[in-house]
């Protein structure tokens, strides 16, 4: 019976919104344009393509102050902040008190720092650890925070398994959960939806990016071209199973992330196909 209730309210909660209610843009998709022509047409931007959640950090060239108050004036929320794995190593503190002060709901993590292309056990362990002290910081401050894997994690290693497998099982759950980058998942040789039911409890985020069909997989690098990344709906990934197990899983958030050299065309066209899609 008590399965049975479980999996009733989980079918209810996935019913409760769809993938359109809680769409963003991860700003890295405008990179260019907010290099070359700064941080607020790259936010103008993102409100044209009809989009009000992002995911990104605070511009180099500004204060919290201004940015918010830019935010609130063109109608956006930065749902999820991004801080690089050495800025919480030096001052996390600083760190949880800024995204506190942005608002953010969620901060991210996207990258361990590791040598060439062999990521270690060691150095897996050292990041397990490292995400349940910064997590309990940043739960204190009631944010949530999340790791972003980008393929290195999903190679093989001895006995079985890799060492995102023991990322996942040496991290609290109260503390530390993941945003699934579909793109770098199904990279790194993964099935997105498989992986999500392998740990249904940790996926909180995810990047909805689309991977060029006949692209290779079962890469560890973490690296691929850009010609890979296409618009979402054209490439090789099966979105309305990803879109369905996320929502079932209790994914809260999807973040539109292009890497591609053509953001402009992609990035229109993603979001209407994932609007097709009704889910």
Known sequence: MKTLVLALLTAATA???TVSDRLGLQMYSLRVQWMQQGW??????AKAFGLTAIEGSLPKDTTVDQFNAYLALRGLKLVSVGFAYETLT?????????????????VMVAWIPHKDDTFTAEE????????NAWGAAFRAAGIAFSYHPHGYEFRPIPGGGNLFDSIVRSTNPQFVNFEMDVFWVTHGGQDPVKLMEKYPDRWRLMHVKDIRKGAPTGIYTGHAPATNDVAVGSGQVDWPSVFTEAKSVGVQWFFIEDESVTPMQNIPQSIAYIRSLGL
């Open 15 to 17: 019913s409760a919104y």
């Open 90 to 106: 030096k001052d996390i503190a600083g760190s949880v008190a800024q995204a506190k002060a942005l608002g953010a709901q969620y």
């Open 124 to 131: 897996a362990a050292k990041a397990a650890a490292d995400f």
């Open 40 to 45: 607020r047409p790259a936010l103008d931007q």
